[in-house]
C-alpha cells in the first residue's frame, strides 16, 4: 500500500490543522493505521493509532484531548484532527500502515508503510 499525507502547514498556538493521508489499493481496510511525529534530534514517536475498524484508537498522552484520528475506510483515508495546538506539536508527521491487530501497535518498527512527513510548525 502505498500513502500519501497531507494538510500540515505554519499555525499559531491555540489553532487546529487536520491532517489528512490517502492510500492506495484495496486492502486498505485491513491495516491498522497510526500517525507518528519526530522533531528535529528527537526519536520518531507515536501520535495516535486505529484499528481496521475505527472502533479503537489509542493515543500518546501528550495529545490525548485535542487530537481525534479517524478513518473513512470507503474513501482508504485516515485523518488526525489536531486542536489547541502547542508549540511542542512541531515535528514531522508520517503516517503508517500495519499488518498487526491488537493491542494496538506503538512501535514504528511494527509498522510496514509509510507516507512521506508533512510538517506540522506551531509558533507561540
Known amino acids: 500500500v502505498q500513502l500519501q499525507a497531507s494538510g500540515g502547514g505554519l499555525v499559531q498556538a491555540g489553532e487546529f490543522l487536520r491532517l489528512s493521508c490517502a492510500a492506495s489499493?484495496?486492502?486498505?481496510?485491513?491495516?491498522?493505521m497510526a500517525w507518528f511525529r519526530q522533531a528535529p534530534g528527537k526519536e520518531r514517536d507515536l501520535v495516535a493509532a486505529?484499528?481496521?475498524?475505527?472502533?479503537?484508537?489509542r493515543y500518546a498522552d501528550s495529545v490525548k484531548g485535542r487530537f481525534t484520528i479517524s478513518r473513512d475506510n470507503a474513501k482508504n483515508t485516515q485523518y488526525l484532527q489536531m486542536n489547541s495546538l502547542k508549540p511542542e506539536d512541531t515535528a514531522a508527521y508520517y503516517c503508517?500502515?500495519?499488518?498487526?491487530?491488537?493491542?494496538?501497535?506503538?512501535?514504528?518498527?511494527?509498522?510496514?508503510?509509510w507516507g512521506q512527513g508533512t510538517l506540522v510548525t506551531v509558533s507561540s
Open positions: 503508517a500502515a500495519s499488518r498487526l491487530k491488537y493491542p494496538l501497535p506503538v512501535v514504528s518498527g511494527n509498522y510496514n508503510y
Open positions: 489499493g484495496r486492502t486498505f481496510s485491513t491495516y491498522t
Open positions: 486505529i484499528s481496521s475498524t475505527g472502533r479503537i484508537t
